[in-house]
Nanobody, 125 residues
Framework: QVQLVESGGGSVQAGGSLRLSCVVS????????MGWFRQAPGKEREGVAA????????DYADSVKGRFTISQDNAKNTLYLQMNSLRPEDTAMYFC??????????????????WGQGTQVTVSS
């Protein structure tokens, strides 16, 4: 079975940094797309960043451009999200996702097939 396990969340002060990791296992073929989503209490789940694993093309939500960087290490089956200049509004549960449905990787949750359990990020002012 495909499994995604996130790590690296925690509590930081505004302006700080965190790096999230997602280890993927149990797949036969590498997913076309991998992405990061987040959900805060009372809000809808939103896409944060996505990457086409075959070529490294990335896509970011406007709210995180210039602050967050998505990357991959295919040899280690690991996805990363480097988060800098964190703001209180970044506070949310962050989820890793993998998809085999499309090759134009974006922020729609319907493009992804498997999800991790999430890791909490809390940013204090």
């Amino acid at each position: 079975q495909v499994q995604l396990v996130e790590s690296g969340g925690g509590s930081v002060q505004a302006g700080g940094s965190l790096r999230l990791s997602c280890v993927v296992s149990g797949y036969t073929y590498r997913p076309y797309c991998m992405g990061w989503f987040r959900q805060a209490p009372g809000k809808e789940r939103e896409g944060v960043a996505a990457i086409y694993t075959g070529g490294g093309i990335t896509d970011y939500a406007d709210s995180v451009k210039g602050r967050f960087t998505i990357s991959q290490d295919n040899a280690k089956n690991t996805l990363y999200l480097q988060m800098n200049s964190l703001r209180p509004e970044d506070t949310a549960m962050y989820f890793c996702a993998a998809g085999w449905r499309v090759r134009r990787c974006g922020q729609s949750q319907y493009d992804y097939n498997h999800w991790g359990q999430g890791t909490q990020v809390t940013v204090s002012s």
